[in-house]
Each structure stands twice: as C-alpha cells, then as structure tokens.
C-alpha cells in the first residue's frame, strides 16, 4: 500500500519531460492516469525515484477525426473515449472495448497512451491498436518518430519505446466494415481470459478484408494476420471460421494462471474469436 | 528524501494548505492528514472503490492518486455531500432502501451513485449495476444498493420537474 519515496516533477511542456527523462533515465517514469503505475508502486514492485507527472503538459489531450484518419492524444481518457460520439461515428470499436476496460472510477483516469504503453499483455488496448494497425508516435530527443503497433510489442513490460522517449499519440485510418471487441473476463474490472479485436468488410456477401487481434493470450498481443486471411473471400460460414480460429490458435501462447490452464484458455480463445468474428460480421 | 511539497487543495469547499511527500496517497491525506474519515480503504489494488471521492468532477479512487497530483484540486467526500442534518437524496435513500450494513463501502458508494446520477439521471437497472461496478461491497448483495439509486433517481426527477 505504501509507495517509496519520489522526486516529483509537474513538467508544463514536452522540452521538460524529456529533460528529465535525459538526466535520469530508467530511474524515471511518466505518470499518466497512474492507475498501472500506482498500484505497482504501492506493491514496491515498480520503483521510481523521479516521478514525470503528464497532467500539465500542453498538446496530449483530445481526439481528432480528420481526412481519414483518427489521432487520440496519450492522455485522453477511457471515459473521454467511451463519451465522444465523434470518436464513436468513427470507430464505435473503442467505445466497445473501452467500456469492457475496468471499472468507471479507473477509466475517469486511466488513459489510452498509458494502456497501449504499459506492456502488459492483460491491458485491452494493444490489441485492438494491433487490429486497427494503429501508429504509435513516440518523442525523444531526436525528435518524433512512428512505430506500427503490430511492431511495438517484445514480451511482457518490453516495448520498442526507449527509456528516454514518451509515446504522445495513437492514430490510425478510420476503420470501414463490422467490428467487434469480444472479452471473457472473470467479474467487472479484470484482465481477459481471452480477448478478440475483429474489424471485417463485407462486400457483395463476401468478405474482403478481415483483421484479428487477441489479448492476454502470450506475452505481447497477438495480431494474428494468417486467421484474418482465412476469412478473406468467403463468406464467412462455419469453416472459414474453424479456419481463422485454427490459425489463430497456431499463433497464440497462453500460459496457465490463476484464470485457467493453458487447454482452457485456448477453448476459451476459440470461442471468443467466433463471437467476435459472427459479430462483427452482422455489423458488416 | 524528504522532499515536501506544498499543497493546496479545496476539500469540501473548504481550503487545506500543507506540506507532504509528494508519495502520500489522497486517501491518507483525507483521513490522516484532514481527519475526514468517510472514505475508507477496502483493498491496495484499485479493486474496492470504498476510498472514493469526486476529483475536479471525476468519480476518483483517492488510494490511487498521490497528493502531489491532485495539488490544486477540488475535491468532494461524502462529508461534502450532506450531514446528519441536512442528508443528501441519496443518503435517506440508502437508509430507507437498507443499501447499508457495515457502513465501510457507503461513503465511495454514495459519493460514486451522486456523480452517476449527475451523469445519468435515467438510468436502467443496468446503467445502475455498470455504473457502480467500481465499488465492492460485503453486506449487501446490491440489491438494495440500487433499488436506494433508482428511488433516489425518481425523487430527484421528480424534484426538478415540480422546481420547472
């Protein structure tokens, strides 16, 4: 319960926050919604001698839908998601898994930026940012630079963001077709047993393009390319789905946990993905 | 370290400045610091939701924010929310509906019910059970608790419309 103690910094722009990160290193954090970061440092399981709070820094908020594309600053909200109609015309998939995303009090702080840059494989975002094959946009002291979602992930808590840089935005192409968050979870507010992002296309009956990613299910997400291509030029019945889930199923590495052993949570990722897939499917 | 901050925040519309390790938890702050003892401690990871209080107008678990980041905030426990005199819609409404056993989970439940209420006056029983699902609570089984918010919700519409 009792975090050590911090230096703490309330930078107001980006030149602050990288300064810091400079002199210090990987004995400094940002602090976004603090609603990962807290509870570890409560557990003295993340130790952090300088505390960068993002609170003040100007130009990390907001969400714009422009020519095609959709840009969602690091420190907009779960809430602020769940609330932009915006943002819902455009791509009602986040409203989808963001209100399967703990509870209401953690979304009020817990942001997008701080769930895809946490690196743990239970957060629902990465995937669904790996399905929607969003751009990550990282700032460092060289400057900005543009990771694929699909690239950024290496194992649990290990990411393509380097100690010095912070990831300021996500964006991505306005995503066309049906979609689909599918979770299993145990109660309100936990992690997935199993989780499918599923955005399709459906045109003349037949699907033209299908993208599936799946959470919790290793050590990173999972974009499975190989289960959205089995969906491609069919017209989504029941062996192109057994297709998609066997292909999906070749791509993912479970580990047993205290919510079920690896046989279960792959029954349970079978079943979630063709939820999704048949979901997403009637919204195409 | 001993690298106090100087801290200012409005609690319950009234003024608190000191000085505090900028890792001191809101909640320690409130209770140990302030002596405002409603909101509780349930849990050490963010589950529980009794230690909840209105942060610049969010539902907030104050175990889960340092004072440091809520330097200049404005915040509102269940202290702010009505006394024993002058009890909120939702506090008679927990005590006629019986959305109380213990008491430790009530004070996050009625300051969380007063900001999703504020946020949807017309709630279905499960906007209700949605809305709350950030608060635990031991004794009750809930049913209570939301039949105290939909009654609460009535009386409150019911209100508005006989003041227009």
């Known amino acids: 319960m009792i975090p050590a103690a911090f230096e703490y910094y309330r930078p107001t722009d980006m030149d602050g926050v990288l300064a810091i990160l400079a002199e210090h290193g990987d004995d400094a954090r940002v602090l976004a919604g603090g609603h990962s970061l807290i509870p570890m440092m409560k557990l003295r399981m993340a130790e952090v001698p300088h505390l960068i709070d993002l609170q003040d820094v100007g130009g990390l908020k907001g969400i714009t839908v422009e020519g095609g594309t959709i840009r969602l600053g690091a420190m907009t909200t779960q809430t602020e998601i769940i609330g932009s109609d915006t943002l819902t015309a455009a791509a009602p998939i ?85 979609y689909a968050y599918e979770k299993q979870k145990r109660k309100i507010g936990d992690y997935a047993t199993a989780a499918a992002a599923v955005q399709i296309v459906k045109e003349g009956g037949k699907c033209t393009s299908a993208s599936i990613a799946m959470t919790n299910l290793s050590d990173t997400p999972i974009y499975s390319q190989e289960a959205g291509a089995a969906l491609v030029g069919t017209v989504v019945d029941d062996a192109a789905m057994d297709a998609a889930v066997a292909a999906m199923l070749g791509d993912i590495d479970p580990t047993e946990d205290n919510r079920g052993p690896i046989e279960f949570k792959r029954h349970v990722a079978s079943l979630i993905l063709r939820r999704a897939i048949a979901r997403a499917w009637s919204r195409a | ?150 009654a609460t919700a009535d009386e409150l519409n019911a209100a508005k419309e006989a003041a227009e």
């Open chain 1, 94 to 178: 986040l409203r989808e898994a963001s209100l399967q995303i703990a509870d209401p009090q953690v979304r009020y702080m817990g942001t997008i930026g701080g769930n895809v840059a946490n690196g743990d494989p239970g957060n629902d975002m990465p995937g669904l940012m790996q399905c929607l094959d969003a751009t990550f946009h990282l700032i460092g002291p060289d400057g900005t630079r543009y990771v694929a979602a699909r690239d950024f992930y290496e194992a649990a808590y290990m990411t393509d963001r380097e100690d010095d840089e912070v990831l300021t935005a996500v964006s991505f192409d306005q995503p066309v077709g049906g």
């Open chain 2, 1 to 150: 370290m001993s690298n106090k901050m100087h801290i200012k925040l409005t609690v319950n519309g009234e003024e608190q400045e000191f000085l505090a390790e900028p890792r001191e938890l809101l909640i320690h702050t409130l209770r140990e610091r302030l002596d405002i003892t409603g909101p509780h401690i349930g849990c050490e990871t963010t589950h529980c939701g009794a230690c909840t209080v209105t942060l610049n107008g969010k539902s907030v678990k104050s175990c889960t924010v340092f004072v440091a980041q809520a330097n200049g905030a404005d915040i509102t426990t269940i202290e702010g929310i009505g006394d024993p005199d002058n009890l909120h819609a939702l506090q008679t409404s927990f005590k006629e509906h019986h959305g109380l056993q213990c008491g430790f989970c009530t004070p996050g439940m009625i300051t969380r019910a007063a900001k999703f209420l504020e946020e949807n006056p017309n709630p279905t029983e499960e906007d209700v059970r949605f809305g709350m699902a950030g608060n635990l609570c031991r004794c009750t089984g809930y049913q209570n608790i939301v039949k105290a918010i939909f």
